[in-house]
């Protein structure tokens, strides 16, 4: 078991944390691979801090084993700024270790020091060692349900 610390991505962290998300998203959720200019483009996006911000687990010796992206965006029912936190990724390796709940924990820190209204989350629902873990942290399930729509699909697609 590695100790992990939690910390905001920084620039020097781009090769591995790209891989990181990569084995994600095509390896773990069995997407498409994105572009390679998309990808990076995200990546820089949300090292800006601007429309979002990503945290990532790093072993003693260097090695990004998670990360955790938050998305900002507003409620219109609350009147105010909450964050979305999406792609909460552990390297199998290192699942039910601890860097889950450390890289929640920087999540729900930054959306309180930040005075967002909510931090607010989904996952898949046959993830259920995710839903497992967040039912564990105190999340409490949404009386909401998540729809979704290719915009350039026809209505009725």
């Not at 790093?58 to 900002?72: I, M, R, S």
């Not at 390796?93 to 909510?118: D, I, P, T, W």
């Not at 009386?143 to 026809?154: A, I």
């Amino acid at each position: 078991m590695a100790q992990v610390t939690v910390r905001e991505a920084v620039m020097q962290d781009i090769p591995q944390l790209k891989t990181l998300m990569l084995a994600y998203i095509v390896d773990f959720y069995q997407y498409r691979q994105p572009e390679d200019d998309k990808l990076n483009g995200l990546i820089h996006t949300l090292l800006e801090q601007k429309e979002g911000i990503q945290f990532v687990a790093e072993t003693e010796d260097g090695t990004l084993v998670g990360f955790v992206t938050l998305y900002f965006t507003f409620s219109t029912l609350r009147a105010s700024r909450i964050a979305i936190m999406n792609d909460l990724y552990v390297v199998e390796a290192e699942r039910g270790q601890g860097a889950a709940q450390k890289l929640f924990a920087a999540c729900k820190g930054y959306a309180a020091r930040n005075s967002y209204a909510n931090l607010t989350w989904t996952t898949s629902k046959d993830n259920f060692r995710a839903q497992a873990f967040y039912d564990k942290i105190g999340g409490d399930r949404s009386d909401w349900q998540t729809y979704s729509v290719n915009p350039t699909s026809g209505i009725g697609d």
